[in-house]
């Protein structure tokens, strides 16, 4: 079985590109007519961190898509797209703890888990689904994806009785 998508985020590139602009040309104007002159050089490294911040959440969520691929008992994760392309995860079969939506309330692995968003849009934690891994030697790590309807029956599938609802 081989299967493959793309998930991208539901915001689209052009209204998040004007909203950004927006909030920084907004930012940029609201911290040059503060009336601060001795401490102007704080303020000015403040603009910059906020300005980072937003053209960092307009690249990882409107711009940065995931690829979401199932080739026999493998699940890959791969972001970005062409030659920008990086392999986020690879869990094969053996590697699943546990599968289920981020809204799970039932019981879950215990254990340290490190999360892992691959998710394209920033709800994406709340609405998509979990999949709990053990890497071996204590790598335990909880990835977090918005797959289509048929790759969750796929995953579920995979998982096999390791999948919740």
């Given at each position: 079985m081989q299967y493959s998508e793309i998930s991208r985020s539901k915001l689209k590139p052009v209204w998040s590109f004007l909203i950004a602009l927006a909030a920084?040309?907004?930012?940029?104007?609201?911290?040059?007519?503060?009336?601060?002159?001795q401490y102007r050089f704080v303020v000015d490294i403040a603009m910059i961190?906020?300005?980072?911040?937003?053209?960092?959440?307009?690249?990882?969520y409107a711009l940065t898509p995931f690829?979401?691929?199932?080739?026999?008992?493998?699940?890959?994760?791969?972001?970005?797209?062409?030659h920008r392309k990086t392999?986020?995860?690879?869990?094969?079969q053996k590697?699943?703890?546990?599968?289920?939506?981020?809204n799970y309330t039932g019981k879950v692995p215990k254990g340290d888990y490190s999360a892992l968003n691959c998710c394209p849009s920033w709800k994406g934690k709340t609405n998509g689904w979990c999949l709990w891994c053990n890497f071996g030697e204590g790598n335990l790590v909880k990835i977090y994806i918005e797959?289509?309807?048929?790759?969750?029956?796929?995953?579920k599938e995979l998982a096999g009785e390791k999948a919740h609802e």
């Open positions: 920084v040309t907004a930012i940029a104007v609201a911290f040059r007519n503060l009336p601060v002159k961190v906020l300005m980072i911040g937003i053209v960092y959440f307009l690249y990882r690829e979401y691929s199932v080739s026999g008992d493998v699940f890959s994760i791969s972001k970005g797209e062409k392999v986020a995860a690879v869990v094969r590697d699943i703890r546990f599968f289920c939506p981020s797959p289509s309807e048929h790759l969750v029956g796929l995953l």
